[in-house]
């Protein structure tokens, strides 16, 4: 069965709901509190794990019961943990969250995820080598993005580069990943100086925008497309852009074509909306199967 690479962060969200932000100095007492599992890596691996994907991770956590917990919950979601490091010197990532009047406050720690680099990314060059597309994001460093694209390029594997959240990175690094795919503030922040419609015609069949509710913007060598995403009631977005490259990659290593794999990408991303949590909403491939055609 083919193998989907998955490199990126992977951490927990602590998650308090109050009334009202303490004041510095103050506590407040909250009425809410629960963890959920996160990291733009961890939730890309799960959303192409419960489609059936065979998902291989690269990341980091710190030796405590949290990166247990990660770990633990990888596993569970059929992802392979293997060639995933425990480092002593920090610990595992968090997003400490307060809630209040539904404004968020976040202060998150990388932790584990900064020790991300290009040297732990090169000593698993045979277990990249072993798979057939790989996948990143911005929550690791340009370093060990930039040694995964170039192990992928060597390799002839598919790379696909989610630029989120949005940083600066090197030109060429940019230029080496087969599929760019940015959501659209981030699109404006990578082309300031062309529209949408431009960046995706000057990219073709690589740059793939997600437009949110509007669907999925790309460019296939003749015309540029709106791939509509499906209709559905939208009850919470969190992990949506996530759930999509899940489903696009899905798509992907079992040879769909580009806009077959933005329908897959849609297909499960809408799914995931109609639900609470970034994992908690991603779909398995059998409930895509019994509520769409
Ligand atoms: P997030 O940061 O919340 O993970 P994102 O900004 O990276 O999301 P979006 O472009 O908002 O990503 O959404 C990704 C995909 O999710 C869309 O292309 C679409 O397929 C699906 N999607 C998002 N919102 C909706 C919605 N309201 N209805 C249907 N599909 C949606």
């Given at each position: 069965m083919k193998k989907i690479l998955v490199l990126g962060s992977l951490s927990t969200d602590f998650v308090a709901i109050t009334d009202r932000r303490p004041n510095v100095g103050e506590t407040v007492q909250g009425n809410e509190f629960f963890t959920t599992f996160g990291g733009k890596g961890a939730n890309q691996a799960v959303a192409a794990a419960r489609l059936n994907s065979n998902v291989v991770m690269l990341g980091k956590v710190g030796v405590d019961s949290f990166g247990e917990d990660i770990l633990e919950n990888l596993r569970k979601n059929?992802?392979?943990?293997?060639c995933v490091e425990s480092v002593t010197s920090v610990s595992s990532g968090a997003a400490l969250i307060t809630i209040a009047d539904s404004d968020n406050s976040i202060v998150y720690v990388p932790g584990a995820n900064g020790k991300v680099d290009g040297e732990y990314v090169r000593k698993n060059k045979d277990t990249i080598e072993a798979c057939d597309i790989a996948i990143a994001q911005n929550e690791v460093s340009e370093d060990a993005i930039e040694v995964l694209a170039e192990i992928c390029i060597e390799a002839k594997i598919p790379f696909i580069l989610n630029?989120?959240?949005?940083r600066e990175l090197k030109a060429s690094i940019l230029e080496k990943a087969t599929y760019l795919l940015p959501n659209e503030s981030e699109c404006k922040l990578l082309?300031?100086?062309?529209?949408i419609e431009e960046a995706v015609a000057k990219h073709p069949n690589k740059l793939v925008v997600t437009m949110g509710s509007k669907g999925v913007f790309f460019n296939d060598g003749k015309e540029s497309h709106l791939v509509e995403t499906f209709k559905v009631d939208a009850v919470d977005t969190t992990g949506a852009g996530d759930t999509f490259i899940g489903g696009f990659a899905t798509g992907l290593v079992n040879n769909l074509s580009l806009e077959d794999s933005i329908i897959l990408g849609n297909l499960s991303a809408s799914e995931s909306v109609?639900?609470?949590g970034a994992q908690g909403g991603m779909p398995r491939l059998e409930e895509l199967k019994n509520n769409k055609n």
């Open positions: 059929s992802v392979d943990v293997k630029p989120a959240p949005y082309y300031p100086d062309l529209s109609t639900k609470m």
